[in-house]
């Protein structure tokens, strides 16, 4: 049985590679959402996915060649619009057959990750990933990143931020309160640190705030404020049932002590990695045995749940 009985990809913009993982003319192949991929970035600097396979004869379009906004397959050279996916050139042929197409997905650039719209029943977006405002500012400089792959799923990640009680058993953060709070797709969540305990955790120790802004089912930003000013983005892609790849980006502010900055992320990345083993064996528990102070994991599900198109059953059975 599974696991993790829910469905393995649920609807919304997922994060498949760093803005500046590619230059301008080159392409990838990547496997996300139980695909398998073609990303590029055309000689304009704009991101394309195409599904990896060519239409004709089934050549890999990541092996191929990036001309102009198209994609040039390494078979028989049909060639391929990335933002639509339609076949704009057969060099041997005066008549494209009007099957011809590789399928596009929808693909944007935000806050320095390359998203793709995905939907099971095959629906248009309905709402955008918010952007980080504070991106602007050129005093926020990328500090660092970090990824990993992991056995979970991306509702059992973000489950965590309702989860007060394990800040302080399995991190050490103590807090005065949590807020969280839904909107539509979106959600913030606010966390009180309680910076004069006796014995808090050292990455909560330059921070008075941690506040969090969700857009969707996998993608979200931390912004902390003290002595340390930036922010964290975390993106939760799946890859496959139980195959989950998470990818951060570290921000801070060009005023913050390079010290501190250099501190502080390492002992971000070191609580991260505190979870790692629970999340990646853990079940998946429908109907937890809950007590006071737990009544957010009911609303987040009940939020959560949005981003299916199929039932928890359908999912399970997959």
């Not at 909560?204 to 996998?218: R, V, Y």
Request: hydrophobic share 35%.
């Amino acid at each position: 049985m599974a696991r993790i009985a829910l469905p393995p990809y649920p609807n919304g913009w997922f994060a498949v590679a760093h803005a500046d993982a590619l230059r301008p003319g080159e392409v990838r192949a990547i496997q996300y959402l139980g695909r398998d991929l073609a990303l590029f970035r055309d000689t304009a600097g704009r991101h394309h996915v195409l599904d990896a396979y060519c239409p004709h004869l089934g050549a890999v379009l990541a092996q191929g060649k990036v001309e102009g906004d198209t994609l040039r397959c390494p078979f028989h050279s049909w060639r391929f619009e990335g933002a639509t996916g339609r076949c704009v050139e057969i060099p041997y042929a005066k008549r494209i057959p009007p099957k011809a197409d590789a399928r596009a997905w929808r693909t944007i650039e935000c806050n320095g990750m390359v998203l793709i719209w995905h939907h099971t029943a095959g629906a248009e977006p309905s709402w955008m990933p918010e952007r980080i405002d504070a991106l602007d500012d050129p005093g926020y400089r990328l500090h660092a990143t970090h990824e990993w792959t992991i056995a979970s799923h991306p509702q059992e990640i973000m489950e965590n931020g309702v989860d007060f009680a394990h800040f302080q058993t399995l991190h050490g953060w103590k807090c005065k309160k949590l807020d969280w709070r839904p909107n539509g797709p979106y959600y913030s969540l606010k966390i009180d640190v309680d910076t004069g305990a006796e014995g808090q955790a050292a990455t909560a120790g330059n921070i008075t705030d941690a506040d969090s802004f969700n857009s969707g089912p996998g993608f979200l930003y931390t912004r902390f404020q003290g002595a340390l000013d930036g922010f964290a983005v975390n993106a939760l892609t799946p890859v496959a049932p139980e195959v989950l790849h998470i990818q951060h980006r570290y921000y801070a502010h060009e005023r913050c002590d390079p010290a501190l900055v250099k501190g502080f992320f390492e002992f971000y990345v070191r609580d991260y990695d505190l979870d790692i083993p629970i999340w990646s064996n853990k079940v998946y528990r429908d109907r937890p045995q809950l007590t006071e102070g737990e009544a957010d994991f009911g609303r987040f599900r009940r939020w959560y749940a949005q981003f299916y198109s199929e039932s928890r059953e359908q999912g399970a059975n997959r």
